[in-house]
């Protein structure tokens, strides 16, 4: 995990920790694979996820989630609206989407 982004931000990286290890027990994949280059279909998912609600929900720049994903900005913009698509036409998805984000089981 990279610490050294702006201080005010820390707690936000704490909460980032929980929901990695969230969506890394709902996708049945470990915190490295969702941090490697690995590209399979399930990793690349879990990583769009946690991209998207790292920034929408935690408010993070596209920049710090980035870094906290070991992605460039311009891949979590992608991310972001891919997720924000499939958002719209899939309610399953949205509800998926909304229990990873609020803890809900």
């Given amino acids: 995990m990279n610490y050294w982004v702006a201080p005010c931000v820390n707690r936000k990286l704490l909460n980032s920790e929980n929901l990695m290890k969230r969506i890394c027990k709902h996708f049945k994949i470990t915190e490295e694979e969702l941090l490697s280059n690995k ?55 949205k509800k998926k989407i909304t229990n990873l984000m609020y803890n809900y089981n």
Avoid: C
Wanted: hydrophobic letters at 35%.
């Fill in 39 to 93: 590209r399979t279909q399930i990793v690349v998912d879990a990583r769009s996820i946690l991209a998207y609600i790292l920034h929408k929900k935690y408010g993070l720049t596209t920049t710090n989630t980035g870094e906290i994903i070991n992605r460039d900005h311009s891949t979590v913009t992608y991310f972001t609206k891919k997720i924000e698509g499939f958002i719209e036409f899939d309610k399953d998805f």
